[in-house]
Nanobody, 130 residues
């Protein structure tokens, strides 16, 4: 069982920045999908940004609401997935979760369209005040 531990959440004012980190207990380089999702009370969890290892150009997928403001990246040497969040807005307030597939997997579809992942972190709260 892979463990994912998020950190970096907190409270900021609108326009501020935060960087979330997700440390995996094992290698992340060959996982089919990795990504960040968020959820607010009473709403479904939504994909924020994902990476698919089959994207040879390293391209990533973002929710329309965060394009141009958030950047997902990963450091394979540190087994860590990041989410840089700039120009934060009150509507970005949510619990943010890291998700990942097991090692040595492939997935031919959209990582952001998937609702189920075998591994989830415990979440880190992001609160943006106006």
């Amino acid at each position: 069982q892979v463990q994912l531990v998020e950190s970096g959440g907190g409270s900021v004012q609108a326009g501020g920045s935060l960087r979330l980190s997700c440390l995996a207990s094992g290698d992340i380089i060959y996982r089919a999908c990795m990504g960040w999702f968020r959820q607010t009370p009473g709403k479904e969890r939504e994909a924020v940004a994902t990476i698919n290892r089959l994207n040879r150009d390293g391209s990533t997928t973002y929710a329309d609401s965060v394009k141009g403001r958030f950047t997902i990246s990963k450091d394979n040497a540190k087994n860590t997935l990041y989410l840089q969040m700039n120009d934060l807005k009150p509507e970005d307030t949510a619990m943010y979760y890291c998700a990942a597939d097991p090692p040595n997997t492939v997935y031919g579809g959209s990582c952001s369209d998937r609702k189920e992942y075998p591994n989830w972190g415990q979440g880190t709260q992001v609160t943006v005040s106006s």
